[in-house]
């Protein structure tokens, strides 16, 4: 059981990149799944979820509205997040996470990087 984070990269302030969060082991569709971002130096950070496994409810960081936007593909077993018109100050590696009643899993993180 475990999930894999990938898509992370380098690019220039305004681009954009999709982030991909796979579930292996068990079914992403029956859990709630967020990313998480961890910059140098701070705090890990909530940044989207779907806060319900079916997908009725989602949060976004204010500091993201507008630009990220989180989904599904259940064909797949992978939660995507989409990230447009990054900024520096989004740089930070990125993690997925599921809850459940079990206990939480965390993806291994992939990093992004935004020069400007």
């Known amino acids: 059981v475990q999930l894999q984070a990938s898509g992370g990269g380098s690019v220039q302030t305004g681009s954009s990149l999709r982030l991909s969060c796979s579930g292996s082991?068990?079914?992403?569709?029956?859990?709630?799944i967020g990313w998480f971002r961890q910059a140098p130096g701070k705090h890990r950070e909530g940044v989207s979820c779907?806060?319900?496994?079916?997908?009725?409810?989602?949060y976004y960081a204010e500091s993201v509205k507008g630009r990220f936007t989180i989904s599904r593909d259940n064909a797949k077993n992978t939660v995507y997040l989409q990230m447009n018109s990054l900024k520096p100050e989004d740089t930070a590696v990125y993690y997925c996470k599921r809850w459940g009643s079990s206990g939480n899993l965390w993806g291994q993180g992939t990093q992004v990087t935004v020069s400007s």
């Open positions: 779907f806060s319900l496994p079916d997908d009725s409810s989602t």
């Open positions: 082991g068990f079914t992403l569709n029956d859990y709630a």
